[in-house]
């Protein structure tokens, strides 16, 4: 299939960007809505896919909103566990009250130095065991 998905608003506002105040659902949908491959979906249950957990990775920023409907905050958890190659960075911050639109919403900038200042913390760092639970 190379057609593409585009979700209708109410898809949208169900789904991504659940508790937002409408005028900023609708701003949201007209700046952050991209088509996506219909294949995006079935392609995650393909062997190209499969993911080692037990072998070393780039490191990982696990961000979890804790109103996330697509991607809830126990399964972004769940994920985040099961890499445990001990060299590996990783870290998971849930973010109270945030939808899928995480970095999207008008409370980016309060997020924002969060993701920086694990960025800034990990240059160099690469090798170096980090796991943090923050709620």
Known sequence: MKTTYL???AQWQQDIANGLALADQQ???EHLLAPESK?????????RTHVNFHRPHAPLLF????????????????????Y???GSIRTYYELPGRNHA????????EDAPLVLQWLTSRAGAVGTRCASKVT
Do not use: C, E, K
Not at 102 to 109: A, N
């Open 7 to 9: 979700p209708s608003f």
């Open 27 to 29: 701003r949201t949908y």
């Open 39 to 47: 294949q995006v979906i079935r392609d995650t249950l393909s062997r």
């Open 63 to 82: 961000l979890a909103g804790g109103a996330d409907r697509l991607m809830p905050a126990v399964l972004n958890w769940a994920n985040y566990r099961r």
């Open 84 to 86: 445990r190659h001990t």
């Open 102 to 109: 995480l970095l999207g919403q008008p409370t980016w900038r």
